[in-house]
C-alpha cells in the first residue's frame, strides 16, 4: 500500500503488507522481504479461487430447484440424476 502527498500525488511511503513497515521504495520490503507483486498476486488467486467456489456452490443449488420445479413435468428424472451424482461426487 502507497502514501501519496494530497496535493501533488507523489508517492511519499509504501506500506509492507505482511509487517506495516514503511519505506520509501517499492518493490521488496526493506525489514521482511515480501515482494509485494507476489504477495498481492497470491492475495488475489486465493480470492478468486474462494469467489468461484461460491460460485460453483450456487450454479449446483439453482440447478437443484430448477429440477424441483420442473419435477412435474420431466417426472422427476434430473433431479433424481442430480441427487445419485451428487452421492458420487462427495464419496470422492
Excluded at 43 to 56: I, Q
Excluded at 82 to 92: A, E, H
Amino acid at each position: 500500500m502507497a502514501r501519496f502527498c494530497p496535493r501533488c500525488h507523489a508517492t511519499l511511503r509504501f506500506e509492507c503488507p505482511t509487517c506495516h513497515h514503511e519505506q520509501r521504495q517499492g518493490g521488496q520490503c526493506e525489514k521482511c522481504g515480501v515482494d509485494f507483486m507476489k504477495y498481492i498476486t497470491a492475495v488475489v488467486a486465493v480470492k478468486k479461487a474462494a469467489s468461484e467456489a461460491t460460485h460453483s456452490k450456487i450454479e449446483e443449488r439453482s440447478s437443484a430447484l430448477r429440477n424441483l420445479v420442473m419435477l412435474p413435468f420431466n417426472m422427476g428424472l434430473p433431479l433424481i440424476r442430480d441427487l445419485l451424482g451428487g452421492s458420487r461426487k462427495n464419496s470422492r
